[in-house]
């Protein structure tokens, strides 16, 4: 396909670099298999200890040059990147929706979202603001700057390919640290194509070697990793199992972690609510990306009022939906990442019926022309309740639950009411319900949402949430001195040396 050739991914046995370099390696092969059609794409050899060693050791040379540039320096950079992102936009994102599945316009969206963080890191770069404070002491200042940590981990997972990876280098490297990619490796040709497209622009500028590097590999370099204590901060994005075993390991050597985890968002459709609005919101939640997002909607909260009058809306809804290559730009959804995923969609749909669940739109695999990859799931509706195991789990599909309630205490505490506190929403047109859903006894999701749905963030908020969901911040507002050191520094010009405190010390 001419995006491949395009973007240089098919890279033969090639899935470890240093910036420009590409290492030899005795790694296993990665085949990435494309889920719109089955097709191989490419193999990809992945990592051994010794390839590893060889990035760790040139990201630590590249450091000590890089965070010695000027921050604007660094971000001139960035900006050059955002420009060549926009030369390639249809490419990668194409790339991005055949690897993984998403919809052609998601795809394109991702891209999207790496252009806007490099428009962000920029005007970032020249506003790494400290604070001046007034000394108890005569003829003293106080003030605090921020450093750059130094080599900075990245574990990424194959629903947003590109754009989580953007999110954190472009902040990280405008901040003078460099990184260390280990994409999924579900999805290791998308980020071969970023690692060129950065290389290009890094060759150019006489970047250091080592700033900017990618290995593929399975969970044992993530292990790596996290356990390695040259790894200043490591940012994991992916499920609460592998962000709670990243944790541990990285704060049983005192380092630091930026975990994006799980979510089981919900949106609460208020009496007042604009249905027409709300559909929209809850509808595209819920089936964008085939339901894996970490942002998808998984339960519907519905007051008892306009509860069957929605129900009816949101089942038309799904009947109008077109299921098939997400190239197509007709369809709305396109197929799982694979067939485990696939596998765990069928295990969810018995576990909710065995628990008393009462599907009002079937799910199933879809076969026949069009679907050979064996991907391809209906998005479904289930009546359920808050407290099904299977409602309390985060499932990466396209299966929604419905559920009334009468109090907007009560749709609350049932949205409140799961591990999970990634995204939350509520339609109403009420000013009351909709400042008591904002306030301190309202949503504890760090992110909470009026009148839009759970599904899709700006750059320009810190993105992330709490509870299982792990508590990081990504992306907008002051988000970046996550990836940097704070250092309070007094300064005393007198020709004295009194103490804090008015303490005496006398010689």
Not at 105 to 111: I, K, R, W
Not at 217 to 233: C, F, H, K, P, Y
């Given at each position: 396909m001419q995006f491949l050739s395009q973007l240089q991914v098919q890279q033969k046995n090639k899935g470890v670099s240093t910036g420009t370099k590409w290492l030899s390696s005795k790694g296993a092969a990665i085949d990435?298999?494309?889920?719109?059609?089955?097709?191989?794409?490419?193999?990809?050899?992945?990592?051994?200890?010794?390839?590893?060693?060889?990035?760790?050791?040139?990201?630590?040379?590249?450091?000590?040059?890089?965070?010695?540039?000027?921050?604007?320096?660094?971000?001139?950079i960035v900006r050059q990147i955002g420009e060549e992102l926009r030369l390639q936009k249809h490419a990668l994102g194409q790339l991005v929706s055949y690897e993984?599945?998403?919809?052609?316009?998601?795809?394109?969206?991702?891209?999207?979202?790496?252009?806007?963080?490099?428009?962000?890191?920029?005007?970032?770069?020249?506003?790494?603001?400290?604070?001046?404070?007034?000394s108890e002491r005569p003829g003293h200042r106080m003030y605090e700057q921020y450093h750059p940590l130094g080599i900075v981990g990245i574990i990424s997972a194959f629903n947003f390919p590109v754009a989580v990876w953007s999110w954190n280098t472009t902040l990280a490297w405008?901040?003078?640290?460099?990184?260390?990619?280990?994409?999924?490796?579900?999805?290791?040709?998308?980020?071969?194509?970023?690692?060129?497209?950065?290389?290009?622009?890094?060759?150019?500028?006489?970047?250091?070697?080592?700033?900017?590097?990618?290995?593929?590999?399975?969970?044992?370099?993530?292990?790596?990793?996290?356990?390695?204590?040259?790894?200043?901060?490591?940012?994991?994005?992916?499920?609460?199992r592998m962000g709670k075993a990243v944790s541990a390991a990285v704060a049983g050597r005192l380092g630091r972690s930026l975990l994006e985890l799980g979510g089981n968002n919900a949106i609460i459709i208020s009496k007042d609510a604009d249905l027409d609005m709300a559909l929209i919101g809850a509808a595209f939640g819920a089936v964008g990306t085939a339901g894996q997002r970490c942002t998808s909607t998984r339960r519907l909260i519905i007051h008892e009022k306009v509860y069957n009058k929605f129900k009816?809306?949101?089942?038309?809804a799904y009947g109008q939906l077109k299921i098939g290559d997400p190239l197509n730009e007709k369809n709305h959804v396109g197929p799982l990442i694979d067939t485990m995923a696939v596998e765990m969609y069928k295990d969810a749909i018995e576990k909710c019926k065995a628990e008393g669940g009462n599907f009002v739109v079937e799910g199933g695999v879809l076969k026949g022309k069009g679907y050979e990859s064996g991907c391809y799931v209906?998005?479904?509706?289930?009546?359920?309740?808050?407290?099904?195991?299977?409602?309390?789990?985060?499932?990466?599909?396209?299966?929604?639950?419905?559920?009334?309630?009468k109090t907007l205490e009560e749709a609350i505490a049932m949205q409140n009411g799961v591990p999970q506190g990634l995204s939350s929403a509520i339609m109403t047109n009420n000013l009351r319900e909709a400042e008591?859903?904002?306030?301190?006894?309202?949503?504890?999701?760090?992110?909470?949402?009026?009148?839009?749905?759970?599904?899709?963030?700006?750059?320009?908020?810190a993105f992330g949430g709490e509870k299982e969901t792990g508590g990081g911040r990504e992306s907008g507002s002051d988000a970046w001195k996550v990836y940097m050191r704070r250092q309070t520094n007094t300064i005393n010009y007198t020709d004295k040396l009194p103490l804090a405190q008015g303490i005496k010390f006398d010689l």
């Open positions: 990435s298999y494309s889920p719109v059609d089955g097709q191989l794409i490419a193999s990809v050899k992945s990592a051994d200890k010794e390839s590893y060693e060889a990035v760790v050791q040139q990201a630590q040379t590249a450091f000590a040059e890089w965070r010695t540039w000027p921050a604007p320096k660094r971000g001139d993984m599945g998403k919809s052609l316009q998601e795809g394109l969206g991702e891209v999207q979202e790496m252009i806007d963080i490099c428009d962000f890191a920029v005007g970032l770069s020249r506003q790494l603001h400290g604070l001046t404070m007034h405008v901040c003078g640290d460099v990184c260390i990619w280990k994409p999924s490796e579900k999805t290791p040709l998308c980020a071969i194509a970023c690692q060129n497209i950065t290389a290009k622009v890094f060759k150019k500028n006489n970047v250091p070697e080592g700033v900017n590097n990618l290995i593929v590999g399975d969970r044992i370099v993530g292990e790596w990793m996290s356990n390695d204590t040259r790894i200043a901060l490591v940012s994991a994005t992916g499920s609460t009816d809306k949101l089942v038309h209906k998005p479904c509706i289930a009546e359920a309740k808050n407290s099904y195991a299977i409602v309390q789990h985060e499932t990466f599909a396209p299966i929604l639950y419905l559920m009334k309630y008591q859903y904002l306030s301190a006894a309202g949503s504890d999701c760090g992110i909470a949402n009026v009148n839009i749905g759970t599904s899709g963030a700006e750059i320009g908020g």
